[in-house]
């Protein structure tokens, strides 16, 4: 196992269209996290999954945000009519739940909407 | 509201002495804090963690310290190296997810 996969690992995509990523998580690991970080700022929780349930959506997932985990294995996160505002690096990471060796990050995936 | 701080945007420290990164945090219900190391164009890397029962803990060149009454931990790195040079985010668990300071930018020179 190599890891968390994040696809594509870079995004540019006009205002208005709608855009997926996808996350592959560790295969042992239980749940997955994304979050979202911008220029300066540390990364944000979205939101997260312990196996295929959806357990928090941050407030900062609008409408306009869907994530899902069909079968407990890998996440898509869908932003619909994104705007200019969505732009950042995507992260997910996951875990099996012990934090003595921290979430396991992926390498993200960087949206930019023109 | 920020809930987890970290004061110094940046920091550049001599090859071989000791770099000390420090965290800030509110919300006295963490239970766990961590270190990670972010390099551009790349997700962040796990370095160390500290539970909220402990004061240190450490792990070769990577010491983390907490102390609850401030609400303060801090990351020493000695000695310090240029493969170092990175940006530095602490993080502490809110129930099931992790909230993440806005980081510090660490140059090693030699």
């Known amino acids: 196992d190599t890891g968390v996969s994040q696809d594509p690992r870079h995004k540019i995509t006009k205002r208005g269209q709608n855009v997926t990523f996808r996350c592959d998580p560790i295969?042992?690991?239980?749940?997955l996290y994304w979050y979202r970080q911008t220029l300066g700022q540390g990364p944000e929780f979205l939101t997260y999954f312990q196996n295929e349930a959806q357990l928090e959506k941050s407030r900062l997932l609008s409408d306009r945000f869907s994530a899902e985990r069909p079968k407990g294995s890998f996440s898509t996160l869908e932003i619909q009519r994104t705007e200019q505002g969505d732009s950042a690096m995507y992260l997910c990471a996951s875990t099996s739940g012990t934090l003595d060796y921290g979430y396991t990050f992926g390498s993200g995936t960087r949206l930019t909407v023109v | 509201d920020q809930q987890v701080k970290q004061n110094s945007p940046s920091l550049s420290v001599q090859e071989g002495r000791i770099s000390i990164l420090n965290c800030d945090y509110t919300?006295?219900?963490?239970?766990?804090f961590l270190w990670y190391k972010k390099y551009p164009a790349e997700g962040p890397t796990f370095l160390i963690s500290?539970?909220?029962?402990?004061d240190k803990n450490e792990d070769g060149r990577f010491t983390v310290f907490l102390n609850k009454s401030a609400k303060h931990l801090s990351l020493h790195i000695v000695p310090s190296q240029p493969g170092d040079s990175a940006v530095y985010f602490c993080?502490?668990?809110?129930?099931?997810?992790?909230?993440f300071g806005t980081g510090t930018r660490l140059q090693v020179f030699p």
């Open positions: 919300n006295s219900m963490f239970d766990y």
């Open positions: 993080a502490a668990r809110d129930t099931d997810k992790l909230i």
């Open positions: 295969s042992e690991h239980n749940r």
């Open positions: 500290i539970s909220s029962i402990k």
